[in-house]
């Protein structure tokens, strides 16, 4: 069983500690940090990013710990009346606390096996960020940025509606201990300012699920059993691609066609 520090890793929390200080020099770089930027961390571990955040002149920090072990051991050894332990779930937190002190830069290795339940929480709350560098899984970072082609599907186009994003360096599993099995990626967001105007958004999200579902099949395959009016959308254009091979700009033309 993996421990540091005496205390041990806990599988069920995903627990894969960076231990590689470039990496962490990487995500500081990318944000601006000064003695008014409020930041937060998710899962702070033994404080291996927290001890670098500190080192910089922030206004606050707050950490969203779910082991009571290490929220325990961070707050011990690095005392700094800048930080706020919070010995939460960041699913469960009300995100309306964070209004007082935003906008917020979000600095955190995120737990794996949550990152797209994480990834929606941001989107509902995008109002509170700044801006932000998390890490994710390569193949989670591929599918966030791609714009077409393999790995592009509805969560490309969803979160790329709501924030920016940019990817950083791609970082092998001996950075970490213990070493996942994947590879991961150091992943910069923020929020757009001005969001596409979408025609009843809501059942356009659920045009864009649809039309993904089988992404190898046609436009006109994909929807030909549904309740959609196909009649509007001149013949071989937008009806003869695979949904991979279309825009955002493509998707809201062909949206707007059917619900002319």
Request: some cysteine; glycine content about 4%.
């Amino acid at each position: 069983m993996a421990e540091l520090d005496g205390i041990r890793l806990k599988k069920k929390y995903g627990q894969h500690f960076l231990r590689r200080q470039s990496v962490i020099d990487s995500m500081l770089d990318h944000v601006k940090l000064d003695k008014n930027t409020s930041v937060f961390e998710i899962g702070c571990g033994d404080g291996f990013l927290t001890k670098s955040i500190l080192h910089t002149n922030i206004a606050r920090l707050w950490i969203f710990e779910i082991d009571p072990e290490w929220a325990a051991y961070v707050s011990k050894t690095y005392p700094d009346p800048r930080l706020t332990m919070n010995l939460e779930n960041i699913l469960d937190v009300d995100f309306s606390r964070f209004d007082e002190f935003k906008p917020w830069v979000l600095l955190a290795n995120l737990p794996y096996q949550i990152t797209f339940p994480l990834l929606y929480l941001f989107q509902k709350n995008r109002d509170i960020f700044s801006e932000g560098v998390i890490m994710v899984q390569e193949e989670v970072a591929q599918k966030i940025t791609k714009s077409g082609g393999r790995d592009y599907g509805f969560v490309s186009v969803y979160f790329q509606h709501f924030f920016e994003w940019k990817l950083l360096d791609k970082i092998s599993p001996d950075a970490f201990y213990p070493p996942p099995k994947v590879f991961s990626r150091l992943l910069y967001f923020k929020p757009r300012k001005v969001l596409d105007k979408i025609t009843n958004e809501e059942e356009f999200w659920k045009f864009v699920k649809l039309v993904f579902k089988q992404p190898r099949r046609t436009i006109k395959n994909n929807l030909q059993q549904t309740h959609y009016n196909l009649e509007s959308v001149p013949p071989n254009q937008l009806l003869t691609l695979r949904a991979q091979q279309l825009t955002k700009p493509q998707l809201l033309e062909f949206w707007n066609k059917i619900n002319s």
